[in-house]
């Protein structure tokens, strides 16, 4: 008994040290950043006056701690609106999880993404081309869509992919939103549901320098509190591809979300980005984007009032990098609705965002 | 006698512990020593020897870099060096100096990247690769593809992403981060290379 006991010691001690041991180019310690955005919002709506609003949209710090080369913690904690009061702006802890890393697959535990579209893994502002996030990414894709759970990834050769288990959905917020998709839904990790899981699964390649090509599958049942009604069964697919490269960017996302026991069938929409670098002809220093988006988003297929909310969007916009980290943007564009009689919407955005 | 007995007994047992724990400690240091000598510097070997090919010799060295060499190429790349010294490698076959390689870390989104650069005899980049990567996102930096971009590349070529360098989606910070690294090891083996 005594030898087992020192001997259980032996190796406990030699396993310790092969966890703990690291090599010269590894030190435990803390990491800090963040990202941010400040817009300037002016909306026509048909000849009425036009709303012009300045927003310190977005304020995020990242931190994060590495125990070991494999055991990490990362979090980003959100200040919205700059401002929180009676229900405006927001304070939200979007990221915040445990990570065990190795070469070929990692696994993560805490409040953390499902992996959907472009920009709900990705979503400093340097990385997509308008002022505000591209409106599919809010009314198909719920950006940002977090919440507690699980999950899964790993990467080989050109590909990646994530698996995740995660809350689901409240049903109600989906019924009374209707017409936002499942952006409605979200728990936001605040003491959430867990009778129904959201089960999310991706996958993409990245082989090609430059390109980006994946999709995505979710499914749940998001819950109702009135008695006796039904969840509403809810399956997102979605497809993504971006290509930046020799001064092009061109961006591409599609998704559909299938509803059952619910007033809507579904709720659909795309987006095409098409840009150039023309501060190659310019020889600036930095990357000018030129570009111009087409989005079309019908969220409530099948809903008595589908007419109102179907609308197409045409944007043009110009992009200045001075460095990766930084970009100033300017956008116009046009929205226009199904319903003949609905005004058209003119917008102009004005907006610089960072990330480091 | 009985309690002479038991003494005798705690003794051996508190003789057997002590043993039981100095020999612990001895296979703690050792396998910890073992453990630290192998590994990335193993591996980058591994990866030169796989390049060269196994008849070359391989000569290893820890650089220092000082502290005015560090802020003249850090000015020039716009990256702080992670670390004061870098492994570097001189790659020899028949007395001939087949080139070098340098080891070094650049800061990804909230981990260090261990990344290896290979040059030939003259300081142009003919093989970069990540020997350690420990983020849960960018790891697409390792790929073959991308790295394919520096070859032929000095000190003096542009080094840009997005202009010369092609990005990857998802991969910002680690793209940034490893093409400013091998810019900053391209600057640094003309300066070293000498020294090796």
């Known amino acids: 008994m005594y030898k087992k006991v020192a001997g259980g010691i032996m190796l406990l001690s030699v396993i310790t040290n092969f966890v703990m041991a690291q090599d010269e180019f590894f030190e435990p310690g803390f990491m800090v950043g963040g990202y941010g955005e400040l817009h300037y919002n002016s909306a026509k709506l048909g000849e009425a006056d036009a709303s012009k609003i300045m927003d310190f949209h977005r304020f995020i710090i990242y931190y994060g701690y590495n125990w070991t080369e494999k055991w990490s913690f990362k979090s980003e904690v959100e200040l919205e609106h700059n401002y929180v009061k009676d229900g405006d702006g927001e304070i939200e802890l979007e990221q915040a999880f445990v990570n065990y890393h190795t070469d070929k697959f990692g696994f993560q535990a805490g409040v953390i993404l499902p992996s959907v579209g ?32 699980v999950a899964l990834y790993g990467q080989s050769g050109g590909f990646s992919w994530k698996a995740v288990i995660h809350e689901g959905l409240n049903g109600d917020g989906i019924a009374s939103m209707w017409s936002q998709g499942i952006r409605g839904g979200r728990q936001k990790g605040y003491k959430s549901n867990a009778k129904e899981l959201l089960y999310n699964g991706r996958i993409a390649y990245t082989g090609v320098p430059g390109l980006r090509v994946g999709g995505s599958y979710s499914t749940t049942k998001a819950l109702r509190s009135e008695e006796g009604a039904k969840p509403i069964g809810v399956s997102l697919m979605e497809t993504h591809v971006k ?14 979300i299938s509803f059952t026991d619910h007033s809507v069938k579904s709720s659909t929409g795309y987006y095409v980005d098409l840009g150039y670098d023309i501060g190659r002809m310019l020889n600036l220093k930095g990357k000018l984007y030129s570009w111009i988006r087409m989005t079309d988003i019908n969220p409530g297929v099948g809903h008595d009032s589908e007419e109102g909310m179907h609308y197409s969007k045409i944007m043009f916009g110009l992009t200045y990098k001075p460095i990766n980290e930084i970009a100033f943007k300017l956008d116009y564009s046009t929205k226009t609705y199904s319903e003949k009689e609905a005004d058209k919407v003119t917008l102009v955005n004005l907006g610089v965002g960072y990330n480091f | 006698m009985e309690q002479i007995s038991g003494g005798r007994n705690i003794n051996r047992r508190r003789f057997s512990l002590v043993r039981y724990l100095v020999y612990s400690y001895g296979l703690f240091i050792f396998s910890g020593s073992q453990l630290i000598a192998g590994g990335i510097k193993d591996d980058a070997e591994l990866l030169i020897k796989s390049y060269f090919g196994n008849e070359v010799s391989v000569d290893f060295k820890k650089v220092s870099v000082d502290p005015e060499l560090q802020r003249t190429i850090s000015k020039k790349v716009k990256q702080r060096f992670y670390r004061n010294e870098v492994y570097t490698w001189k790659i020899m076959k028949d007395d001939d100096i087949r080139g070098y390689a340098i080891l070094d870390n650049v800061k990804g989104k909230s981990l260090p990247i261990t990344f290896l650069v290979l040059f030939d005899p003259n300081g142009q980049v003919i093989h970069s690769a990540v020997i350690k990567y420990r983020e849960p996102i960018g790891g697409e930096i390792g790929h073959p593809n991308w790295n394919r971009q520096f070859l032929g590349y000095t000190a003096d070529s542009l080094f840009r992403v997005g202009q ?33």
């Open chain 1, 243 to 256: 290509y930046d490269a020799n001064g092009i960017m061109a961006v591409a996302e599609w998704g559909n």
């Open chain 2, 164 to 196: 010369d360098i092609d990005g990857i989606s998802g991969a910002t910070i680690s793209v940034n981060a490893m093409t400013r690294g091998i810019h900053k090891l391209s600057y640094l083996i003309q300066t070293i290379k000498n020294k090796l």
């Open chain 1, 118 to 149: 472009l920009l709900n893994d990705f979503h400093e502002p340097p990385l997509f081309l308008s002022v505000e996030r591209p409106e599919y990414s809010k009314y198909i894709i719920p950006t940002t869509w977090f919440g507690n759970g």
